[in-house]
């Protein structure tokens, strides 16, 4: 048997280590600067990735190649909406994808200024997914939508851009109607909690967001070099 006295070691000084301090941020300063702040960011994992990430789109966009911006709807229950919206703005994203739950979300946010239920509250009374605005609203953007020959993330944005909304000015979809920005939604039938209501039409849904995957594979020649 062997014995923990037996246990071998070795120095960490010939051990590969992925963290070091000539990588670590900086403290911050009174007065600093967004940049200066950016540029202080620590060299590894992930921050390391998001620097890379930002400064690939930076390029891409300076050589006026297509920047997508794909996300889930906790992007949005974050508060993280006026950020991208910003980027729409100045034009840093191309192309805005999203999950059924992103247009929920993003919805419920330009209607009333607040989103994102209470799950584990809601399913123990049965009211979980069963509001009312929320399923009418989407539910019969899409069915107009889709019937006019549109996508599925294009029907939402443009009933969201013509109907005066309290908050639409948080709209993440307000803004893709507003700037012209493709929007592309992708859903499954039965994931998102507008598909248990009577408004909901299974045939359109899926075909609009058929087209908007079309559309999302047209917009993927513009990434070619980017």
């Not at 999203?98 to 607040?114: T, V, Y």
């Not at 929320?134 to 599925?152: E, H, R």
Request: charged content about 25%.
């Amino acid at each position: 048997m062997i014995t923990i006295n037996e246990v071998k070691t070795y120095s960490i000084k010939r051990r590969a280590s992925k963290v070091n301090v000539a990588d670590f941020a900086k403290s911050p300063r009174p007065g600093k600067s967004f940049k200066e702040f950016y540029r202080s960011l620590p060299g590894i994992l992930k921050a390391k990735d998001l620097c890379e990430v930002a400064d690939a789109t930076v390029l891409a966009r300076r050589a006026r190649k297509s920047a997508f911006f794909m996300m889930g709807a906790h992007v949005i229950n974050c508060g993280l909406s006026p950020v991208l919206i910003e980027l729409m703005r100045k034009r840093v994203i191309t192309c805005m994808c999203l999950n059924g739950a992103g247009i929920i979300h993003d919805f419920e946010i330009a209607f009333q200024g607040k989103t994102s239920e209470d799950v584990a509250e809601n399913l123990l009374t049965g009211k979980f997914g069963m509001g009312r605005e929320t399923a009418d609203f989407i539910n019969n953007a899409v069915a107009q939508g889709v019937s006019l020959g549109l996508g599925l993330g294009w029907s939402v944005a443009k009933k969201i851009g013509q109907e005066k909304l309290r908050y639409r000015h948080l709209s993440i979809l307000y803004h893709a109607y507003h700037y012209k920005i493709p929007v592309c939604v992708f859903v499954a039938i039965g994931t998102d909690i507008i598909h248990q209501h009577p408004s909901f039409d299974a045939a359109l849904t899926a075909e609009g967001s058929l087209r908007d995957f079309h559309e999302l594979t047209g917009q993927v020649v513009g990434l070619d070099r980017g």
